[in-house]
């Protein structure tokens, strides 16, 4: 295919053999681990965990990804649709509370593929960067019952420096409207998110005004009970990163971000204890469950 799945609209020619983009995969699905993941947040996770599926690969490409070894130095295993599914099937046998797609969006067709027509027992989750079209995401409609986009960056400086996506916030405002049009406001049942959308933000060290933009957008936009939010406190400096991305964010920061969002009368979400920003709470991507 000719993709444009993304906004980068790199119309990259990605066939199952060939990978080709900004993601530099095919269009065949690559993942890098599936598992039940505990360290998402508690409304995903229930007893088990949540049933995460790892893809490799990305079109955001964050200078601070976490996750880099499988976003950016392509790490996984290529896989077919009919095996895919298959994993979500084995995750649900062993006691998933969901079918969590972490960072799917240049997979679409094939997840499309997977997931087939009939719903699924536990909801399925679109885990993204946020950076997304409405024109792809519309595909997923009826086939997704929540969503988890990130909303990295509200000003255009820092989605700029570290994404190189100056455009980031135009896309993610409208990606994330679209979402919501779909879902409509959050449905919980014995704790657990059934339908609905959960927008998470990690504050990045030294960025204190770009995180109190999201939550200004995020209060504006969308009433209590709308939509969940979840500022995360997680960043972990990465190898060769300088500057502020070379510390963690501190105690001060994540306290007036927390307080900013209580201010602004987002209280239907999550805050993270600073204690999560360490590298074992990165998963160890060795293939395993694929």
């Known amino acids: 295919m000719i993709c444009r799945l993304c906004p980068r609209n790199c119309g990259a020619e990605r066939t199952p053999e060939k990978a080709g983009g900004v993601c530099r995969m095919p269009s065949a699905p690559v993942v890098a681990k599936a598992m039940l993941h505990q ?20 079109s955001l490409r964050c200078c601070f990804c976490q996750n880099g070894v499988i ?10 649709a009919s095996r895919l599914r298959e994993i979500f099937e084995e995750l649900i046998s062993q006691g998933a509370a969901c079918i969590d797609l972490v960072t799917p969006t240049h997979f679409t067709p094939a997840i499309l593929e997977a997931l087939g027509d009939q719903p699924w027992p536990v909801p399925v989750v679109w885990n993204c960067g946020g ?5 792809t995401l519309k595909l997923l409609e009826g086939r997704v019952q929540v969503y988890l986009p990130d909303m990295k960056y509200a000003l255009p400086g820092p989605a700029k420096k570290y994404s190189a996506a100056e455009d980031y916030f135009d896309r993610a405002s409208a990606a994330i409207l679209e979402m919501f049009r779909q879902t409509g406001p959050c449905r919980m049942e014995n704790g657990l998110l ?13 960025e204190l005004e770009n995180t109190r933009r999201v939550i200004d957008w995020v209060a504006e936009t969308f ?18 990163a300088v500057g502020s991305l070379a510390r963690h964010v501190t105690r001060a920061e994540y306290r007036a ?9 987002i209280t239907d979400g999550y805050t993270q204890e600073r204690t999560s920003a360490r590298e074992e709470y990165t998963p160890d991507f060795d293939l395993t469950g694929i």
């Open 257 to 265: 971000a927390a307080e900013y969002m209580k201010n602004c009368g």
């Open 71 to 80: 976003s950016q130095e392509n790490f996984g295993r290529p896989i077919t």
């Open 131 to 135: 950076y997304e079209k409405p024109e």
């Open 194 to 206: 059934k339908q609905g959308v959960l927008i998470r933000h990690l504050l990045l060290p030294g």
């Open 39 to 58: 360290w998402e947040e508690p409304c995903l996770v229930g007893d088990r965990g949540a049933g995460t599926v790892f893809f490799s690969g990305c």
């Open 223 to 240: 009433r209590p009970g709308d939509v969940l939010f979840s500022l995360m406190s997680q960043y972990t400096p990465q190898p060769g």
